[in-house]
């Protein structure tokens, strides 16, 4: 079993409001990506942190940020919720960005917008 | 773009027969492939990668780059192997880009 670490398990927020959810990377891993999976569909990429600064950003708005800390710990914000936007949020944590290694994911937190 | 395509989102297959999962890729650069699996009330987790030419719990997956696919196999399927499979793209030209692109993922059942 990895490392890594996700809260809350779920959530329930309404459209317009904001949430935060938080990721415990696995120890030693500087990279952390963070992922949406809605019903039905794959995870998608929505960004990517190394060593605390954004490191490559898939198709989402910009109501969607984070922000990775020093100590292995990282957060996804979301503004303006959309009803679009309830989902599974994964996170997934590496040791070195652009490198071949294996990308270990946390059980998701799973977010519901009314 | 790159994209990855799963053909089959659910599939069952006989305890002991053989079992292919399908995933056909489109990249123009120089994609490395993986297979995550899903088992019930568990994480996502790694199976296998191309560039590790290993076999993982009885499963073998071939790039196969002229035909832009990774199609998983398991000559033998068991019981256990029952789960959520997401064939899963990541793109290594460009250095620090740590993007996975997956499939919508096939359910395998395998039936006693």
């Known amino acids: 079993e990895t490392g890594v670490t996700q809260s809350p398990t779920h959530l329930i927020k309404t459209r317009g409001q904001q949430v935060t959810l938080r990721c415990s990377s696995q120890?030693?891993?500087?990279?952390v990506s963070w992922y949406q999976q809605a019903l039905g569909q794959g995870p998608q990429f929505i960004f990517q942190?190394?060593?605390?600064?954004?490191?490559g950003r898939g198709n989402f708005p910009p109501r969607f940020s984070g922000l990775q800390f020093p100590n292995y710990s990282s957060e996804l914000n979301v503004n303006a919720l959309e009803l679009d936007d309830s989902a599974l949020y994964l996170c997934?944590?590496?040791?070195?960005?652009?490198?071949?290694?294996?990308?270990?994911f946390g059980p998701g937190t799973r977010l519901t917008v009314l | 773009a790159q994209r990855v395509t799963q053909p089959e989102k659910l599939l069952s297959v006989f305890k002991g027969a053989p079992v292919e999962l399908k995933c056909n890729y489109s990249?123009?650069?120089?994609?490395?492939l993986f297979w995550y699996v899903q088992y019930s009330r568990q994480r996502l987790q790694l199976l296998l990668r191309?560039?590790s030419r290993e076999s993982i719990k009885g499963f073998t997956a071939d790039l196969n780059k002229g035909e832009t696919s990774f199609h998983l196999k398991k000559p033998f399927a068991q019981e256990e192997d029952s789960a959520m499979y997401y064939c899963?793209?990541?793109?290594?030209?460009?250095?620090?880009?740590?993007?996975?692109?997956f499939g919508t993922g096939t359910r395998l059942t395998i039936i006693p």
């Open positions: 997934a944590s590496s040791l070195l960005a652009g490198s071949t290694d294996t990308q270990y």
């Open positions: 120890s030693g891993h500087n990279t």
């Open positions: 942190y190394y060593r605390e600064e954004e490191n």
């Open positions: 990249y123009s650069g120089s994609p490395e």
């Open positions: 191309h560039i």
């Open positions: 899963a793209l990541k793109d290594i030209s460009n250095f620090g880009n740590e993007k996975l692109t």
